[in-house]
């Protein structure tokens, strides 16, 4: 019964590879992020969704692409991997988009590139 | 912009001693502002949130904050420290308007000695 939840926790990869997460939530939010962790624990808002609709695109690479099924998941493509992708991806969820709405946060991807 | 600042990177504390963790928060408004928990190799944790009620927050775990608009700050305390309080904690801020995106701090790592 999970409330947002990830696949895979763990994710190693070639450089040059395409590879995907998943996200899931079933709090029933109309919204869901993804965020990136660097290795100094830093994270940054990376995409936002409210009912499949892209609302946040922050100034990241193109060779990432969120999908958004519908409300309950978010998924996060990733082309042409590269070393400085390596990071740890956390999913989240809101009720709305509100500045007080709390965000739910997923137990993250951790993705190596080698 | 708003912005959060997280005035120490590391603090350590022997169990049973209190706990202080210093953010000063930059907004040109009233802020949305929250403070969230990081075990190790976990997901992130709501403690709790302030939006624009009651200045004094309690959370989770014995923890609370106090919103201080004349100081722009918003430290987040505890009475007694447990060895399950070591974690990283993040002070962050929602940015105003309607995305609720999320302004994160660097993180204060706590250390609990026993």
């Known amino acids: 019964d999970t409330a947002v939840s990830q696949t895979p926790k763990y994710l190693v990869t070639q450089m040059g590879n395409d590879k995907s997460i998943k996200c899931e939530q079933n709090?029933?939010?109309?919204?869901m992020y993804w965020y990136k962790q660097d290795s100094k624990k830093f994270l940054k808002i990376m995409f936002s969704y409210n009912n499949k609709e892209l609302i946040i695109n922050e100034t990241v690479p193109n060779r990432f692409s969120p999908k958004s099924p519908d409300k309950a998941h978010l998924n996060l493509h990733i082309n042409s991997l590269e070393l400085g992708d390596s990071a740890v991806y956390f999913c989240a969820s809101s009720q709305g988009t509100g500045a007080g709405d709390t965000q739910y946060f997923g137990p993250g991807t951790r993705l190596t590139v080698l | 912009a708003q912005s959060v600042t997280q005035l120490d990177s590391h603090v350590s504390v022997s169990e049973g001693t209190p706990v202080l963790l210093r953010c000063n928060y930059s907004s040109s408004y009233s802020p949305s502002l929250f403070w969230y928990v990081q075990h190790p190799n976990k997901g992130l944790q709501l403690l709790l949130k302030y939006t624009s009620a009651a200045t004094l927050v309690k959370g989770i775990n014995g923890f609370e904050a106090e919103f201080k608009k004349s100081e722009t700050s918003f430290h987040l305390t505890k009475p007694s420290a447990h060895m399950s309080d070591a974690a990283e904690y993040f002070c962050?801020?929602?940015?105003?308007?309607?995305?609720?995106?999320?302004?994160f701090g660097t993180g204060t790592l706590l250390a609990v000695q026993p």
């Open positions: 709090l029933g939010h109309d919204t």
């Open positions: 962050v801020v929602s940015e105003r308007g309607a995305t609720n995106k999320l302004i």
